[in-house]
């Protein structure tokens, strides 16, 4: 094979068809179908010759976990976890169907919902192991590759019950690994903390009237004056960040998902009645160093005051502080050795590392790490944009297969790492 060509240059390689039919299962919610996935990822991994178990802590949600054995079990393991789950994609606006997997023979993209969240390390993962395993390497520490439903509807029937689980615990973690978040530059990114999300939603009422009315303390004055002022406070927030004193991820991040209000008619809605009731839907996002107390009384005083006739609801979609009560963040320095085996990896491997950062986002290492266990966010994708829920989401093949690469070193240096003494949490 000639391998002066790009991958899409050539006949297509296997591993790349394994990625496509990964992302070809339609796993978005609002019904994610679980059950062909989870044979097809079993299939492959009895290929590998890993041990394979299915656990169900919720009928019809599946945890698929993977598992190859190390030549000293007792040291704490590895775990590599990614979600079978996708969000939705509005198939019309993309360029090419979200489940096609299109892979384009110019630039070599493949366009697919989850092609970058994160079915990508689901099969570079396999295909890592599937490497190290033909070279003749054999890991130290026990290697765990786990798939798990719904985090993208914040994980309550996947993660949150498995590390519950008395399954989780005989695992015996030292370190998960799990999804980051692609990089625009050539530096790898990886996340030593996430940011909790809040599902804000926000109700006024009023008294109605006729729509040509100018009167005090309606259902939209009410709910509008809100939205300005939690408007101005996301500008202040996204100014600290502008400014460069912040990362946009070490903000509280504020966005309006939806509105609601107005009597329906059967040509949309009735225009000469002003509405009784309004309601605004926000994603909340916290850093994991900003006191949840201080927003809340925010809140109630400022957001939806019951002096405006506005009551509130915070949904919160996970823990925010761990078993002892501390922030989730993992250690990036002396004080957790697996942080420079992950480090050193990276380098040998050829890449460079941008400075650790907080996830704008949130993933599953919340649960892991509201157990006690160190968790990094990393997914190789370099020169990459960020393409997570947007539309026309791709990862190219050649980013796509050196990041299988990069999981060889970061697979065996991790499940090599000799230290007897555990890191204390
Ligand atoms: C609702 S929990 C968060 C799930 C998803 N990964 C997100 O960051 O939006
Ligand atoms: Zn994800
Ligand atoms: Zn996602």
Redesign the pocket.
């Given at each position: 094979k000639k391998t002066s060509l790009e991958p899409h240059q050539v006949e297509e390689d296997t591993t790349i068809s394994r990625f496509r039919q990964y992302l070809r299962f339609n796993t978005a919610h609002p019904n994610p179908n679980y059950a062909a996935p989870v044979s097809f990822l079993t299939s492959v991994a009895l290929s590998i010759g890993l041990q394979v178990k299915t656990f169900e802590f919720v009928p019809g949600k599946p945890v698929l976990l993977l598992t190859w054995k190390g030549s000293n079990p007792s040291l704490p393991s590895v775990l590599f976890n990614s979600h079978l789950d996708s969000v939705p994609a509005e198939e019309d606006k993309w360029s090419h169907p979200p489940f096609s997997a299109f892979h384009s023979p110019e630039d070599g993209k493949i366009y697919a919902r989850g092609a970058q969240d994160d079915k990508c390390i689901g099969i570079q993962y396999l295909e890592a192991i599937r490497n190290l395993k033909a070279s003749g390497f054999k890991p130290l520490r026990t290697v765990h590759v786990s798939y798990v439903p719904d985090?993208?509807?914040?994980?309550f029937d996947g993660s949150a019950e498995f590390v519950k689980s008395k399954e989780f615990e005989a695992l015996n973690l030292g370190l998960v690994l799990d999804e980051g978040q692609a990089s625009p530059t050539d530096e790898f990114r990886v996340f030593y903390a996430d940011r909790s999300?809040w599902h804000l939603i926000i109700r006024a009422i009023g008294a109605p009237g006729h729509g040509s009315r100018l009167y005090d303390n309606t259902a939209m004055e009410n709910l509008m004056q809100s939205v300005e002022i939690i408007t101005k406070f996301r500008e202040t927030q996204f100014d600290v960040a502008k400014a460069g004193h912040a990362a946009l991820s070490e903000v509280v991040s504020v966005n309006a998902v939806y509105l609601k209000s107005g009597i329906p008619s059967p040509t949309g809605f009735v225009m000469n009645m002003q509405p009784s009731e309004a309601e605004a839907g926000f994603d909340v996002r916290l850093p994991p160093t900003v006191d949840p107390n201080l927003m809340r009384e925010k809140i109630s005083k400022e957001w939806a005051p019951a002096s405006r006739n506005m009551t509130y609801e915070i949904i919160e979609?996970?823990p925010l502080r761990d078993y002892k009560g501390r922030p989730l963040m993992t250690a990036t320095d002396d004080s957790n050795p697996w942080w420079s085996v992950f480090e050193q990896a990276i380098i040998a491997a050829g890449g460079k590392l941008k400075k650790p950062e907080i996830l704008a986002?949130?993933?599953d290492t919340r649960f892991m790490r509201q157990m006690g266990i160190p968790a990094f966010g990393f997914s190789p994708m370099t020169n990459t944009p960020i393409l997570l829920h947007d539309h026309d989401e791709f990862l190219k093949d050649t980013v796509f297969l050196r990041g299988i690469k990069v999981y060889e070193f970061v697979i065996s240096s991790l499940s090599s790492f000799e230290e007897a003494s555990q890191q204390k949490l």
């Open positions: 985090e993208e509807i914040g994980g999300p979609k996970g986002s949130t993933t």
